[in-house]
């Protein structure tokens, strides 16, 4: 069983920041790709930024130049730095993670969520 745990939410004012951090655990061969996702009030679910295995990644054109995602292979975690954050960034924000388990099989996990609210 794999687990994602997901923190550092809350309430900011617009133009500040927030870090969240999301920790995997379980029966772990290996943590593929991982990445970040959110979900606005009454909205389809999007994508936010991604991080491959080898650290290349991929951010959506919305948060290109403020946020920042990096990982931590020997933690399992994987952090999203979100800074100049605006009205539109309200959501809920979903951790993700492509992983190989220990009988190889490769699957998809979400965490839970964690609301991130911007507004003054």
């Known amino acids: 069983q794999v687990q994602l745990v997901e923190s550092g939410g809350g309430l900011v004012q617009p133009g500040g920041s927030l870090r969240l951090s999301c920790v995997v655990s379980?029966?772990?061969?290996?943590?593929?790709?991982m990445g970040w996702y959110r979900q606005p009030l009454g909205k389809q679910r999007e994508l936010v930024a991604t991080?491959?295995?080898?650290?290349?990644?991929n951010y959506a054109d919305s948060v290109k130049g403020r946020f920042t995602i990096y990982r931590d292979n020997a933690k399992n975690t994987v952090v999203l730095q979100m800074n100049n954050l605006k009205f539109e960034d309200t959501a809920v924000y979903y951790c993700?993670?492509?992983?190989?388990?220990?009988?190889?099989?490769?699957?998809?996990?979400w965490g839970q969520g964690t609301q991130v609210t911007v507004s003054s």
């Open positions: 379980g029966s772990i061969f290996r943590i593929n790709r």
């Open positions: 993700n993670a492509d992983i190989t388990s220990r009988s190889f099989r490769s699957e998809d996990y």
């Open positions: 991080i491959s295995s080898g650290g290349s990644t």
